[in-house]
């Protein structure tokens, strides 16, 4: 059986706006109005051309399952998007001052 | 194949309007939604409730189901002789074996003019899969190799089953807790030419006898004695590429962190993190004479008692 390397969605790796689109299940248009409205950060701008940190997948994701399973719209996703960053900020604030305590 | 009562799912009576299912669903996949919920089980929760909307809230497919008639939850059970003909678009010779309940309706066809499994010759993409994979810090530290057992949905063109699949997956060095990884093409079988899913792994790092992690950053007790504390002391200390001696500066307090730096969990590119022994004296449980006379003397020659 062929091993399959797993690439790491980290901030190392960059995926174009075509990428996204077609990891993310979300449509030009809507990843276009999240970048726009700051929910998605862009990594560099090459003229009409986006390009992303590979770590936006999951963001992008998680819009689309949102969207899909929650029925919000784009403003809601937006303001959902940046809620879960916010928890996840959180999370590794929390999960840094756990591992601080002695057992 | 079990069946699953989907009115029950979302508490619904069997006769509810469609507007009375859409409102169920809404409050009970806000609360149990995996992306925000912290409930108990919420994944297995929300997996029963979006199956149940997504075959109730389409007339033909509910009719369909309706036409199963009603039965326990989880009773075992097979669709009547000519169900999958007159509802699924199924022929002679449709077969129920490898199917769960939930994919008898995943891939129902209601554009069509009398329903049924979607049988058109255009390609379709194979569907995306993200699961949850648990790996050691050494693993985290080294890369590892995993082998997933899988039961991936696919579909012929006619028919539906369930195919088990073993996928082994290369870790690379440096996935942490969060971390998530693509496997390009590992998902489900295209269909007429579409292209492959993907497979998504979401990491979570097992908790470590000896090690905390945070990111990249790994956290260790180093337990002293109050002498080597106070006058500083050489000692070993436990990282994930072996031991290592660190020098503990004299004056040490409990809670001081010293940095190990780059001796954490690599990452792919960039410095690995860092390694912080968190210092905690630790008195013996008792003292004998000598020891209680020396912490009297220390006691009398600080001339503090805090």
Redesign the interface.
């Known amino acids: 059986m062929n091993e399959t390397e797993a690439h790491c969605l980290d901030e190392h790796r960059v995926v174009s706006l075509h990428e996204l689109v077609e990891f993310s299940g979300l449509s030009r248009d809507e990843l276009l109005e999240l970048v726009q409205g700051g929910a998605i950060p862009v990594r560099e701008a090459q003229g009409t051309s986006y390009f992303f940190s590979a770590h936006v997948v999951t963001v992008a994701r998680t819009a689309c399952r949102l969207r899909d399973e929650l029925e919000l719209d784009m403003s809601g996703l937006a303001v959902a998007l940046r809620l879960l960053e916010r928890v996840h900020d959180l999370e590794g604030e929390i999960a840094r001052l756990r591992a601080l305590l002695p057992r | 194949m079990k069946y699953s009562d989907y009115y029950a799912a979302l508490g619904v009576a069997r006769g509810a309007a469609a507007e009375e299912i859409k409102k169920a669903y ?1 409050r009970l ?2 609360k149990y ?1 995996p ?2 919920s912290k409930e108990p089980e919420a994944e297995a929760r ?1 997996k029963e409730i ?1 199956e149940a909307y997504q075959t109730l809230k389409d007339p033909e497919k509910r009719a369909a189901y309706d036409a199963l008639g009603q039965r326990p939850q989880g009773e075992e059970f097979r669709p009547p002789p000519d169900w999958a003909r007159q509802h699924a678009g199924g022929g002679e010779g449709f077969s129920y074996e490898d199917l769960d309940f939930g994919d008898l309706f995943s891939r129902f066809n209601t554009r069509g003019a009398r329903g049924g499994f979607e049988r058109a010759n255009a390609s379709m993409p194979g569907q ?1 899969f ?1 699961i949850p994979a648990e790996i050691s810090i050494e693993d985290a530290f080294n890369g590892t ?1 995993l082998e997933l057992q899988l039961s991936m949905p696919e579909y012929d063109g006619a028919q539906m089953r369930r195919v088990p699949q ?7 060095p ?2 942490v ?10 998902g489900g079988k295209a269909f007429n030419g579409g ?1 492959a899913g ?1 497979l ?2 979401d990491i979570t790092l097992k908790p470590h006898p000896v090690f ?4 990249h ?3 260790v ?1 180093l337990k002293l004695a109050p002498w080597q504390a106070a006058l500083g002391a050489s000692v070993e200390v436990q990282t994930p590429g072996g031991p290592v001696n660190l020098k503990v500066r004299p004056g040490t307090s409990s ?1 001081q ?1 010293l940095r190990l730096a780059g001796r954490g969990l690599p ?4 410095a690995a993190g860092d390694l ?1 022994a ?1 210092a ?1 004296i630790v008195l013996p449980a008792q003292l004998s004479e000598r020891e209680r006379g020396l912490y009297e003397e220390l006691r009398q020659a600080s001339g503090v008692d805090a």
């Open positions: 809404r996949a806000q939604h992306d925000v929300f979006a995306d993200e190799t073993v996928v082994k997956a290369r870790i690379p440096g996935a807790d969060g971390q998530r990884l693509r496997l390009p093409g590992k292209r993907d998504y792994l905390r992690a945070a990111d950053d790994l956290f007790d809670g962190k990452r792919p590119r960039g912080f968190v905690q």
